[in-house]
């Protein structure tokens, strides 16, 4: 079984719909990121949380929101979904050595 | 501005070719150097890590990359490439005080066979 796993795999909605992501784990692991992957511009941090109660922002947190249900679990939110927000999403945790261990990404797409 | 860079944004290279990928950071302090590989289609995965020590780090496939301190740089070579390395490759960059990773903008690699 997959360490880091994402729901859903694929996602096309409208604009100003409200889309959750949801990651989990099963590594054990307080860390947890939200990514976003962007041709060209590779990988930029969303959101961060070092455990259930410790929540940070990233480089592009503006129009997202997220929730730390508990430690395995980490949620992304859009609120209002825009067409900018069309990106391949990756949830992350990582190992006290820093090390992050990926999950498998969220194709989504707003139209 | 970019914090991570990577200079090469498509790399084509015949089987048998030597390797080597840009890295550069510009961030003062400690921190800690990833390259991570994406192959078609799936997620990425670490290839190998710098913390501290020897500057010279192996990774897996034969890959090893090579820290720099005074050039801030962190680039990835292999001496001889697959087919099966065609993938992105990505350097990320740990700021220790900070408690964040920041990602180059990645490098793609073809290999041709």
């Known amino acids: 079984d997959a360490d880091v796993t994402q729901t859903p795999r694929n996602r096309i909605t409208k604009t100003g719909k409200r889309i959750m992501l949801e990651c989990s784990q099963t590594?054990?692991?307080?860390?947890m990121y939200w990514y976003r992957q962007d041709p060209g511009l590779g990988l930029r941090l969303i959101y961060y949380?070092?455990?259930?109660?410790?929540?940070n922002k990233g480089e592009i947190s503006d129009g997202y929101s997220v929730s730390r249900q508990a430690q395995a679990k980490f949620s992304l939110s859009l609120e209002s979904a825009i067409p900018n927000q069309t990106a391949l999403y990756f949830c992350?945790?990582?190992?006290?050595?820093?090390?992050?261990?990926f999950g498998p990404g969220t194709r989504l797409t707003v139209l | 501005a970019q914090s991570v860079s990577q200079h090469n944004h498509h790399v084509i290279l015949s089987e048998a070719a030597s390797l080597e990928l840009g890295c550069n950071y510009s961030?003062?302090?400690?921190?800690?150097l990833f390259w991570y590989v994406q192959y078609p289609g799936q997620h990425l995965q670490l290839l190998l890590k710098?913390?501290?020590?020897?500057?010279l780090v192996k990774g897996i496939k034969g890959f090893e990359a090579e820290f720099i301190k005074s050039k801030f740089s962190f680039n990835l070579r292999k001496p001889s490439v697959q087919w099966s390395d065609t993938a992105e490759y990505f350097c990320?960059?740990?700021?220790?005080?900070?408690?964040?990773?920041?990602f180059g903008a990645g490098t793609r690699l073809t290999v041709k066979p």
């Open positions: 992350a945790t990582s190992d006290p050595l820093d090390t992050q261990y």
């Open positions: 590594k054990g692991h307080d860390r």
């Open positions: 949380s070092f455990d259930v109660k410790d929540i």
């Open positions: 961030y003062g302090g400690t921190v800690n």
């Open positions: 710098y913390f501290s020590g020897d500057p």
């Open positions: 990320a960059v740990d700021r220790r005080r900070n408690n964040d990773m920041r």
